[in-house]
């Protein structure tokens, strides 16, 4: 016998079906295949965008694979869950440390097992071919995380593009170079640990990026601090050749910091001495350790080191020697600075105090602020300059100066990060009394990122032209309450006494 129901009832569940047909084909299905198995992620309550994470984009890099070059992902059956971030990389958890509040700094728990990324979509299906950020944390290559608060992609993804973030290995579990290490790899190398993290990801979004909505071709590397050293490091490497097709470094890229590199050798030397401060006579018996004891300088350790190293493999140069042959990852290319974080590197001769003193009638505070700014805007320039001679892409420069709203804390300013929750569009991760120019600014600086992101140029519809810095256009773009180009430095004589400076350190 045919059962029959209320019309109430019918009528009900028709708009169910409906609502949930409609959801369904405004936004991409939250269960996506990649090349490991199936992943779960969640739509936000507005139905505008799929966060996915907790993705493993390498296998866990703990035993044996300790200080080994990332290996592929371990399958999974069945569905897995990704709608909430897995641990962050072993580091010294701060909590804060201000200006840093706890929206900056990592939360969560941290482990060995920390090779994930975290994806958010606005895609209405896997067919859009979305242009792809990718962004690279900060914190000096010791502390950081994809999780982290400020990092937060949802408001940036509703620009309509696909944000990433990224765990990579920290401080000497991504850095150590050692002897015993580089006769064991087959590429006779070691070190650069947490680079090939970052190169590991951007392999993984290439191969699997299409199934959340995105362009492979169209991959935006952006990082800031240690996350901009990396991008900056990557334009450099051989093995990042084709993975991405834009970069942006904030506060990270410089005519004086591009020129310093460490050989192999010396490293190895480092290894040496660091395997002594642990205690340990093997290689085997440091991988044995505790992540954290190896991690941690004890009291009565010496603290040894670790960066970048020019190994001939991940790295065959400074920065200086390989855009001199014109051997870089040649792309569109966005860099600035905070001018709370800038400081005057120069002489204080006679031209300093006729150039800048003066003209702050005596403030010795105010011209060193002055001749600050200026010294960092240049250079920045110095730098586009002498990748203009090898590069054929447009290089942008941007000065940001808003100050983070915060009455108990006005003598932070613009400090090193703040542009983060601006960049992000991420004001609401903050309790902090945002205004209206504060939102403005949020916007827009989210909107030139992602318009650089699409096109490899910052500029669009409602946006200040922002032009891009050249020898015959000495000018930034200001961003802050006043949004506009602005000089390098004041006068023509600035410009070039503190080019001399530059040029010849």
């Given at each position: 016998?045919?059962?029959?129901?209320?019309?109430?009832?019918?009528?009900?569940?028709?708009?169910?079906?409906?609502?949930?047909?409609?959801?369904?084909?405004?936004?991409?299905?939250?269960?996506?295949?990649?090349?490991?198995?199936?992943?779960?992620?969640?739509?936000?309550?507005?139905?505008?965008?799929?966060?996915?994470?907790?993705?493993?984009?390498?296998?866990?890099?703990?035993?044996?694979?300790?200080?080994?070059?990332?290996?592929?992902?371990?399958?999974?059956?069945?569905?897995?869950?990704?709608?909430?971030?897995?641990a962050?990389?072993?580091?010294?958890?701060?909590?804060?440390?201000?200006?840093?509040?706890?929206?900056?700094?990592?939360?969560?728990?941290?482990s060995?097992?920390?090779?994930?990324?975290?994806?958010?979509?606005?895609?209405?299906?896997?067919?859009?071919?979305?242009?792809v950020?990718?962004?690279?944390?900060?914190?000096?290559?010791?502390?950081?995380?994809?999780?982290?608060?400020?990092?937060?992609?949802?408001?940036?993804?509703q620009?309509?593009?696909?944000?990433?973030?990224?765990?990579?290995?920290?401080?000497?579990?991504?850095?150590?170079?050692?002897?015993?290490?580089?006769?064991?790899?087959?590429?006779?190398?070691?070190?650069?640990?947490?680079?090939?993290?970052?190169?590991?990801?951007?392999?993984?979004?290439?191969?699997?990026?299409?199934?959340?909505?995105?362009?492979?071709?169209?991959?935006?590397i952006?990082?800031?601090?240690?996350?901009?050293?990396?991008?900056?490091?990557?334009?450099?490497?051989?093995?990042?050749k084709?993975?991405?097709?834009?970069?942006?470094?904030?506060?990270?890229?410089?005519?004086?910091?591009?020129?310093?590199?460490?050989?192999?050798?010396?490293?190895?030397?480092?290894?040496?001495?660091?395997?002594?401060?642990?205690?340990?006579?093997s290689?085997?018996?440091?991988?044995?350790?505790?992540?954290?004891?190896?991690?941690?300088?004890?009291?009565?350790?010496?603290?040894?080191?670790?960066?970048?190293?020019?190994?001939?493999?991940?790295f065959t140069?400074?920065?200086?020697?390989?855009?001199?042959?014109?051997?870089?990852?040649?792309?569109?290319?966005?860099?600035?600075?905070?001018?709370?974080?800038?400081?005057?590197?120069?002489?204080?001769?006679?031209?300093?105090?006729?150039?800048?003193?003066?003209?702050?009638?005596?403030?010795?505070?105010?011209?060193?602020?002055?001749?600050?700014?200026?010294?960092?805007?240049?250079?920045?320039?110095?730098?586009?300059?002498?990748?203009?001679?090898?590069?054929?892409?447009?290089?942008?420069?941007?000065?940001?100066?808003?100050?983070?709203?915060?009455?108990?804390?006005?003598?932070?300013?613009?400090?090193?990060?703040?542009?983060?929750?601006?960049?992000?569009?991420?004001?609401?991760?903050?309790?902090?009394?945002?205004?209206?120019?504060?939102?403005?600014?949020?916007?827009?600086?989210?909107?030139y990122?992602?318009?650089?992101?699409?096109?490899?140029?910052?500029?669009?519809?409602?946006?200040?032209?922002?032009?891009?810095?050249?020898?015959?256009?000495?000018?930034?773009m200001?961003?802050?309450?006043?949004?506009?180009?602005?000089?390098?430095?004041?006068?023509?004589?600035?410009?070039?006494?503190?080019?001399?400076?530059?040029?010849?350190?």
């Amino acid at each position: 016998m045919k059962k029959s129901y209320p019309l109430i009832f019918i009528v009900l569940l028709s708009c169910l079906v409906v609502t949930s047909c409609s959801m369904k084909s405004g936004l991409i299905d939250p269960v996506v295949e990649t090349q490991s198995g199936l992943l779960r992620g969640l739509a936000n309550d507005a139905g505008t965008v799929v966060a996915f994470k907790g993705i493993p984009y390498a296998a866990p890099p703990v035993g044996d694979l300790r200080w080994r070059e990332p290996q592929p992902p371990e399958p999974w059956e069945g569905v897995r869950d990704a709608t909430e971030f897995c641990a962050s990389c072993i580091q010294q958890k701060a909590g804060a440390r201000l200006p840093w509040s706890e929206e900056f700094m990592v939360q969560n728990e941290i482990s060995e097992d920390c090779l994930f990324l975290n994806i958010w979509t606005p895609a209405k299906k896997a067919s859009d071919k979305l242009a792809v950020l990718v962004y690279i944390h900060g914190g000096g290559f010791t502390e950081g995380s994809g999780a982290i608060d400020v990092y937060d992609g949802e408001e940036l993804a509703q620009k309509g593009i696909i944000v990433v973030t990224i765990n990579y290995r920290l401080g000497v579990l991504g850095l150590l170079v050692h002897p015993e290490l580089s006769a064991e790899s087959p590429n006779k190398v070691s070190g650069n640990y947490g680079y090939l993290d970052q190169i590991a990801a951007l392999k993984w979004i290439q191969s699997n990026i299409a199934n959340f909505g995105g362009d492979p071709n169209r991959v935006t590397i952006v990082g800031q601090s240690a996350g901009a050293s990396s991008v900056r490091s990557l334009i450099i490497s051989p093995l990042a050749k084709g993975l991405f097709h834009r970069a942006i470094t904030e506060s990270g890229s410089s005519y004086t910091g591009s020129g310093n590199s460490t050989s192999l050798a010396d490293a190895e030397q480092r290894g040496l001495e660091f395997m002594a401060t642990k205690g340990a006579s093997s290689l085997a018996e440091l991988r044995a350790m505790d992540p954290m004891d190896i991690f941690i300088t004890a009291p009565g350790q010496t603290t040894i080191r670790f960066g970048s190293v020019v190994d001939g493999y991940v790295f065959t140069g400074s920065s200086m020697d390989v855009f001199a042959a014109g051997e870089q990852n040649d792309t569109p290319f966005m860099t600035g600075m905070n001018m709370s974080e800038l400081r005057y590197g120069g002489a204080r001769n006679d031209d300093y105090y006729r150039l800048y003193l003066a003209s702050a009638q005596g403030d010795s505070l105010l011209a060193g602020q002055v001749a600050a700014q200026e010294y960092s805007r240049l250079n920045a320039y110095l730098w586009l300059d002498y990748r203009a001679r090898t590069s054929t892409t447009n290089g942008y420069i941007y000065y940001f100066d808003r100050a983070i709203p915060w009455p108990e804390h006005p003598e932070f300013g613009a400090f090193h990060t703040g542009e983060v929750p601006y960049v992000f569009n991420n004001l609401k991760m903050l309790d902090r009394p945002w205004t209206d120019v504060d939102r403005m600014v949020a916007d827009m600086m989210s909107s030139y990122w992602a318009n650089f992101a699409k096109n490899g140029d910052p500029n669009g519809e409602g946006l200040p032209v922002w032009d891009p810095t050249t020898s015959d256009n000495r000018s930034v773009m200001r961003l802050g309450e006043d949004m506009g180009m602005i000089p390098i430095a004041a006068t023509e004589e600035r410009f070039d006494f503190l080019g001399k400076q530059l040029i010849s350190r």
